[in-house]
């Protein structure tokens, strides 16, 4: 038996505003691939994206056909895919390839699970809300994440897609939460839809025309870059010569406080830590100078005084946070670094 659709006007030119946005974000997904190849995160976001699109058109479910039930699987990826783009873009490495074994073996059983409910549940039941309820908790932890290393980093394009992570997730969830309490009664009319549909198509076509950009600048900033013949700035000299230990010991030393005594805007102290010096966590290049120096302490001073005694010293607010850092540099804990250098200095 033959299906016959019948379409108004306004939702024809509804749906046509959805393919067009949903065809740039699966262009912008393709284009990605190709430049950074074996990274599919972005991809796969773009594709979930342009699911979540084409699912809120203004036609009935049974028009969708065998379609629904996939695009209802990757508009609950949707998280997923984030959450892997973020990891990818903030912590420069694969979320989920750095797995153990065991996870990634889970994780695959999961998304098979989930495919399983969609397709041959249609995802009808309480377990649609369960995924519901895991995918806001992926973008509260997305959020967290953002939020706790933003003031130490010092790559400014890597804070810029913390912050712009964290407004698009409370935009989202803010919009979600309004159309529910008060605008429940409009959602499903055609201007509300028509508009969304619109809304949607522009903001695609501005990022499609930001990114491309974006990449003839990345482009001509790296080629001018291997030109240029790197020249050692007089603001280094003047930092190193103001890391002193009575300076990067004080234990509430932030990267305000050190670029007004450098009498620098911060992100210009930020942009000489990061380019220059190459550090991109701000707590690291403290720890490059905090870390040498209890090396030596521990050595060269009394035996008896307890390692917190110089965590607390150098700068560090408590023992867990300055054996982590001490191991991080070191490779070894604190302990293990005086009795390795105490048993050195024992005469043979």
Known sequence: MQLEITLSQIQLIDLLFRFQAAGILCLIGLMTTKLTPKVYSNTALAVCLAAYILLTAPIENHIYGWTRPLLLLLTDLTAYSLLAVYWQKVHRQSLFTNLPVLYRVGIILWLTGIAVFFFAFQGKGFFHDILHIIGMFILFFIVVDALGDYGEDLDEDRRGFRLKTIIIIGAYSLSLTLVELFLRAIKDHWL????????????????????????????????????????????????????????????????????????????????LINVELGFDNFSKFLNSYRIPLVCEQLVQQDKSIPILTHALNAGFNSIASFNRAFKDFTGVTPTDYRKLKSEQEKPN
Do not use: G, W
């Open 192 to 271: 509300f839809s028509l508009s969304n549909a619109l809304f949607m198509f522009v903001l695609t076509t501005f990022f499609a025309m930001r990114y491309i950009e974006n990449q003839r600048n990345t482009e001509h900033n790296t080629r001018t870059k291997n030109n240029d013949t790197p020249i050692p700035s007089p603001k280094v000299e003047k930092l190193t010569q103001l890391m002193q230990p009575e300076f990067f010991c004080q234990s509430e030393l932030t990267v305000s406080k050190m670029a007004d005594a450098m009498a620098l805007p911060e992100h210009q102290l930020r942009a």
